[in-house]
C-alpha cells in the first residue's frame, strides 16, 4: 500500500455546501462533466481541495482521473463520504446526512469501470467557492455570531504525547440574558485545526452545568430545533476541555473559538434544551461510581453497557458517539415505561471522526418520563481491527487514543406533559399525512 493510498484511508469527506442534486448515470453513459462532477463538488471537495485536509483535490478532471479506481473502491465500500450511521437498524431520517444515494454511488462506479470518460465540459457544473479553515460554517446561514467566546491561549510543542487544557473563562460580553440556536466551535487557522484532536465546552451558570458546544473532525456545530434555544446569561463561566495532539511543528498560543447566534432580543423559543447530555456506555451507581469497567484482553473483544433513566418527558435531536482506537459500535435504545424496546440509532465507529447525527424533525425521539436508555458499545482488541496500535496489549479505560472509553453526546431537551403532548400530537399529525 503506498503512502497516498494509506492516507486516502483516513481522507475527510465532508461537505453541505453546494444545491445541485446529481442525477443517476445509466450503465453506459456516465461521465465526470454530467455525473460525477455534481457528486463531487456536492459530497467531497470541502476537503479535496488544495487548502482541504483530503490528501487530493477533487476539483478538476485531471486529478479526479488519476484516482478514479481508488474513488471508486472508497465510494462503492460506502468508505466515502464519512457516515456511519447502520442503516439496518434504528431511526433513519438525517438533517445532515451526507452519505451517497445507490444511484449515485452507481454512477461512480460505471464511470471509474469505463475508463473515467470526461465528457462534454460545457455540461459540467461550475466548481463551488468553498469556505476556508478560517470562517465560520454557520455564518452563510445566520451572518457572523453574535458573540464569540475564546478559550486561554495553549502552547503545543512540535513532539510528545496527547496535552490537555482544561480551564475556565468568564463569559463577556452579554447585557442580558439571550437564547442561543445555535453554536459553532472553531479552532485557530491554519495550524490551530492540525492539532486539536477536539473540543468540548461546558455552561456553567450558579449550581448549573451543562454541556454546550463540541469540536471534532465532522462535527462543527450544532443548531437547536425550530423554536428551541439554550439560554446563556451574564456572569456565566464557559469551562473547556481541549484535546491536543503535536504535529511536527510547534504552536503557540492556540486558541479555540466558540460562535453563538441568538434569537431575536426579547424573543424566548417554547422549547429548551439543556444542551449536549454525555451518559456513558458503562454500568454506574446511582452516586455515579464505575461499577463496570473497560478491560479488553489481549486479542479479545468486549461489550459494557450504561443505563439512564429519564426523570422526565424528553425530546432527542442528536447523537454523537466517541470512543478511542478499540471502538467498534456503539447504540442507543429505548425501554419504554410498558415495557416496549425500540434501538434509537447504532453507529458503526470510526474514530477518525467526530460525527453528529441530527435527527430530522418528524422523527426526533419522544420519550416519556420513566423511559430507560440503554448504551451498548462493543471494543474490538483483535488484529481483525484495522486501527488496533498493539493487539497483544491489554487495554483498560484512558483518557489517550490508546486507551479507551465509551460514552455518547446526547441533544435533549425536556419538558412538562402540556409541551410533549403537543409534540406528540403534531407527530401523529405528520404520520397521517399522505
Known amino acids: 500500500m503506498d503512502r497516498m493510498t494509506k492516507l486516502w484511508i483516513g481522507a475527510p469527506i465532508f461537505l453541505l455546501v453546494a444545491a445541485l442534486q446529481p442525477q443517476a448515470a445509466s450503465a453506459q453513459d456516465a461521465t465526470w462533466a454530467e455525473h460525477v462532477a455534481p457528486i463531487m463538488y456536492e459530497s467531497c471537495v470541502e476537503c479535496h481541495q488544495p487548502e482541504g485536509i483530503g490528501p487530493m483535490s477533487l476539483l478538476d478532471y485531471e486529478t479526479a482521473r488519476l484516482y478514479a479506481p481508488l474513488i471508486k473502491t472508497k465510494v462503492e465500500t460506502r468508505q466515502m463520504p464519512p457516515w456511519h450511521i447502520d442503516r439496518d437498524v434504528g431511526v ?6 451526507i452519505s451517497l444515494s445507490n444511484e449515485q454511488i452507481a454512477s461512480v462506479v460505471q464511470w471509474a469501470d469505463d475508463g473515467a470518460p470526461q465528457g462534454d465540459m460545457s455540461r459540467a457544473p461550475a466548481p463551488p467557492i468553498l469556505p476556508t479553515g478560517a470562517d465560520w460554517r454557520l455564518e452563510e446561514q445566520f451572518g457572523p455570531p453574535d458573540l464569540i467566546i475564546r478559550s486561554d491561549p495553549f502552547d503545543v510543542p512540535a513532539s510528545g504525547l496527547d496535552n490537555w487544557w482544561p480551564h475556565q473563562v468568564e463569559v463577556e460580553g452579554l447585557e442580558g440574558p439571550r437564547w442561543v440556536m445555535a453554536n459553532e466551535t472553531k479552532p485557530a487557522y491554519p495550524l490551530g485545526k492540525q492539532v486539536v484532536h477536539h473540543a468540548n465546552s461546558s455552561l456553567i451558570t450558579g449550581e ?36 491536543y495532539y503535536p504535529m511536527g511543528t510547534a504552536v503557540e498560543d492556540d486558541v479555540i473559538e466558540i460562535g453563538l447566534w441568538f434569537y431575536p432580543e426579547g424573543e424566548e423559543p417554547r422549547f429548551k434544551t439543556s444542551g449536549d447530555v454525555s451518559w456513558s456506555s458503562q454500568r454506574e451507581s446511582a452516586d455515579g461510581l464505575t461499577l463496570q469497567q473497560v478491560v479488553i484482553p489481549p486479542h479479545g473483544r468486549a461489550v459494557t453497557q450504561g443505563f439512564h433513566v429519564l426523570d422526565e418527558n424528553t425530546r432527542i435531536h442528536s447523537c454523537r458517539g466517541h470512543m478511542h482506537l478499540h471502538g467498534a459500535a456503539q447504540s442507543m435504545e429505548a425501554i419504554y415505561p410498558d415495557g416496549s424496546q425500540e434501538i434509537l440509532c447504532k453507529v458503526n465507529w470510526n474514530g477518525e471522526w467526530h460525527i453528529t447525527y441530527l435527527f430530522e424533525d418528524e422523527v426526533m425521539p419522544l420519550l416519556p418520563k420513566g423511559t430507560v436508555l440503554v448504551l451498548t458499545a462493543w471494543y474490538d482488541n483483535t488484529t481483525s481491527n484495522p486501527v488496533n496500535p498493539d493487539p497483544d496489549q491489554w487495554v483498560i479505560f484512558g483518557r489517550r487514543s490508546a486507551d479507551e472509553m465509551s460514552h455518547m453526546w446526547i441533544g435533549a431537551t425536556y419538558m412538562g406533559d402540556e409541551d410533549f403532548e403537543f409534540l406528540e400530537e403534531q407527530r401523529a399529525q405528520v404520520l397521517l399525512q399522505p
Open 92 to 97: 433513519q431520517g438525517f438533517k445532515n446526512d
Open 208 to 243: 448549573r452545568r451543562a454541556g454546550f458546544s463540541n469540536y471534532g473532525i465532522g462535527k462543527p456545530y450544532d443548531i437547536y430545533p425550530e423554536n428551541t434555544g439554550l439560554l446563556i446569561e451574564p456572569g456565566s463561566t464557559l469551562s473547556f476541555n481541549i484535546h
